[in-house]
């Protein structure tokens, strides 16, 4: 019975993601095989129905590696192709892949165009912001994902609180210095204050992504042109407002400022 409902499962995302092609199974048994595609199709489908559908096919590649989690290692690449590669320890349970976040990070990397490596900040904050708006949207979530988000920003909070360099410069530096949960989190704060500011005129911001899949993905080549046709959609300047903003305020100040900020979250 359980292995009927996993075939028909299969068969059901296969159908409603086509536009995902995905390799490297042969490294794993049959088993494994059903698990790992079915857990690929699912976060797919749901990202394609939070953010998209996208306008291009997607190539997902799979190998082993043993980890202390399901996703020991994953990342985007975007020249000729849209690629994902995932790096997985195939002994975790299909629940545990379900709950792990990585896949939804990475597919929600793909709504947004490859920007210059000077603006990785935004992409990452994006994707950050995205994967618990995804697992949320698949039912994988224990708790709402505000509840995540401050838990994520309760560990870089004292980095956030200290620096009195302009947040987007101080990212950037994060980012050299591969202070990634600092830089990741410090950038999500920008698309948490963007939904809500998005939601103040009745629009958010994942309606607003899924329109600008159909009119902007793939002619967006760099950050200047995504901030341009996200503003066009949403009828307001929110997101040049907001990255000069963030371009401009101190890291202590914006978050001091900031929505997300509860002043115990820094004891």
Known sequence: MRLALLLFLLCHYAAASSQMQLQGLDHFSAAEQQKLRLWLEQSFHATNQLLG??????????????GSEPVPWAYTQRMEQQQVFFQVDSRFTFTEFQQDWTAAHEFSHLALPLLDKEDLWFAEGFASYMQYQVLQHQGQLTETPAYWYQQKLRQVAPLLA??????????KLWLQQKHYKAAYW????????ADQLL????????HLIRRYQRQHRLTDQNLAALIRSLDTLA??????TLLDKYQQQSSQTLWRQHPAFLPTINK
Do not use: C, D, M, W
């Not at 997607?58 to 082993?64: A, D, E, G, R």
């Open 199 to 206: 939601q103040k005129r009745g629009l958010s911001l994942s």
């Open 53 to 66: 559908p996208y306008p291009f096919l997607t190539y997902v590649s799979l190998s082993p590696h043993s």
């Open 186 to 193: 410090g950038s999500a704060l920008f698309f948490i204050e």
């Open 162 to 171: 200290n620096s009195a360099t302009p947040l987007v410069r101080q990212l």
């Open 235 to 240: 009828g307001h300047p929110v997101f040049a």
